[in-house]
């Protein structure tokens, strides 16, 4: 089936660390897979960080990369150096499915804190 | 503005008793989602309305109804809460053709 596994938290780095959380695909029934982070802030509802919609495409916003893998089926989320402001649950989802009717696929969700 | 608000915010319902859960949304998005998020679970697509044709997931048939009196509004209606309904309820909505959802913050509903 299509699923999404994603590094299991919580994740514990210093600031200005650099991070990187794993995420992995499974598209079976999808032929186009889309790619997504999703981000919530404390108190906030999700948010979308960044989106890949054609393999081998890199992907960023606010410092934050991923990129598009279909030989590996990964889209990893990587940033150089973390900020104490970036502590929030990150959530990588698969999208694209049959008559794009934008159904998400979401993995559990990784929960970054980030020490000052 | 790209808010998409829920209402309430948090919920306590009895078992066995109705629950309807709001979504508003003024960016004139012709989808509308519901996802159920449990802890250590990953969100869960359990319906969508696409213009005034709702869509449900397979597994979640029978246990939720949804209803979408205008394009603006979507509501989330569970006929007899049970002790599993307990969840964060995330409403989101996006135009057709475009990949973003914008999501809501969120109903957290307690069944007791």
């Known amino acids: 089936g299509d699923s999404v596994t994603q590094t299991e938290g919580p994740v514990t780095v210093s600031e200005s660390e650099s991070l990187i959380i794993n995420c992995t695909y499974s598209?079976?029934?999808?032929?186009?897979?889309?790619l997504f982070w999703y981000v919530r802030y404390p108190g906030e509802g999700l948010q979308l960080l960044l989106k890949?919609?054609?393999?081998?495409q890199k992907g960023s916003s606010r410092g934050f990369e991923a990129t598009y893998n279909k030989e590996t089926t990964s889209f990893h989320l990587q940033k150089a150096s973390v900020q104490e402001s970036d502590s929030a649950v990150y959530y990588c989802?698969?999208?694209?499915?049959?008559?794009?009717?934008?159904?998400?696929?979401f993995g559990l969700g990784t929960t970054l804190q980030v020490q000052p | 503005d790209t808010t998409v608000k829920q209402n309430p915010r948090y919920k306590l319902a009895r078992v066995g008793k109705p629950v309807n859960l709001i979504c508003s949304q003024t960016?004139?998005?012709?989808?509308m989602y519901w996802y159920q998020k449990k802890p250590n679970q990953a969100p869960k697509l359990l319906l969508f309305?696409?213009?005034?044709?709702?869509?449900r997931e397979a597994d979640t048939f029978e246990k939720f109804q949804s209803s979408r009196p205008n394009n603006s509004f979507c509501s989330l209606y569970i006929g007899s809460a049970g002790l599993e309904y307990s969840a964060m309820y995330l409403c989101?909505?996006?135009?057709?053709?475009?990949?973003?959802?914008?999501f809501g913050p969120g109903t957290r509903l307690l069944v007791l």
């Open positions: 309305y696409y213009d005034k044709i709702l869509n």
């Open positions: 598209a079976t029934s999808i032929a186009y897979p889309n």
């Open positions: 960016m004139n998005h012709d989808t």
């Open positions: 989802a698969l999208g694209g499915g049959a008559g794009n009717t934008g159904k998400l696929i």
């Open positions: 890949v919609i054609t393999a081998g």
């Open positions: 989101a909505s996006r135009t057709g053709g475009k990949d973003t959802q914008y």
